[in-house]
């Protein structure tokens, strides 16, 4: 059975959130979900016009002539089923970083350690954003969605910093020092 397209329960839920045309969309997209999910904006207004064939959105004018679109009754059906579905497969993840690493006999320790390094400045970038995104999320009136948004951003910051802690653990491994759980493991 082909996986099912994730982008439409998406796009179905930032039209549920108030994002009524493709422009709110793209820029919550682009400041919130694709920090957990990939959303090309190529992929918004076909999945928009699939959604209106299936009768789960409507298309709708404003004065300028923008499209903007609402859900239906059974739109509203198809997220609340799809939200309550529960998940029964972790994600996989695609990180070239650990794919090279995998490889790395073929290239110096000096040259492994810099990759690592230059991974932790761009997870710090992100935990910083992730900050930034909170201060906005705090900051903004109360909302419904508020709580959740901050749970999915605890998750992003908390697996951050964890793979912070995993590259200095790394970078500390491949220089000749045994990391902590290593250590502990001697001394047992």
């Known amino acids: 059975m082909p996986k099912e397209n994730m982008t439409r329960y998406a796009i179905?839920?930032?039209?549920?959130?108030?994002?009524?045309s493709g422009y709110e969309m793209k820029h919550t997209i682009d400041t919130s979900l694709n920090h957990f999910w990939k959303i090309s904006f190529g992929q918004v207004y076909p999945m928009l016009?699939?959604?209106a064939q299936e009768g789960l959105i409507e298309e709708t004018s404003e004065g300028d002539d923008r499209k903007t679109f609402i859900l239906t009754p059974d739109g509203e059906a198809a997220?609340?089923?799809?939200?309550?579905?529960?998940?029964?497969?972790?994600?996989?993840?695609?990180?070239?970083?650990?794919?090279?690493?995998?490889?790395?006999r073929h290239e110096s320790k000096e040259t492994t350690i810099q990759k690592i390094d230059q991974h932790a400045a761009l997870l710090r970038e992100r935990l910083e954003t992730y900050h930034m995104i909170e201060q906005t999320i705090?900051?903004?009136p109360e909302t419904n969605e508020a709580m959740y948004w901050l749970l999915t951003l605890d998750?992003?910051?908390r697996k951050t910093q964890a793979l912070l802690e995993w590259c200095a653990a790394s970078i500390q491994t491949l220089e000749g020092g045994k990391d902590d759980e290593t250590r502990d493991r001697d001394t047992e």
């Open 49 to 51: 016009k699939t959604l």
């Open 79 to 104: 997220l609340r089923r799809w939200v309550e579905e529960p998940t029964t497969e972790l994600p996989v993840q695609r990180n070239e970083l650990l794919l090279k690493l995998y490889f790395a």
């Open 138 to 140: 705090r900051a903004s």
């Open 12 to 20: 179905l839920g930032l039209l549920a959130s108030g994002c009524t």
């Open 155 to 157: 998750y992003g910051k």
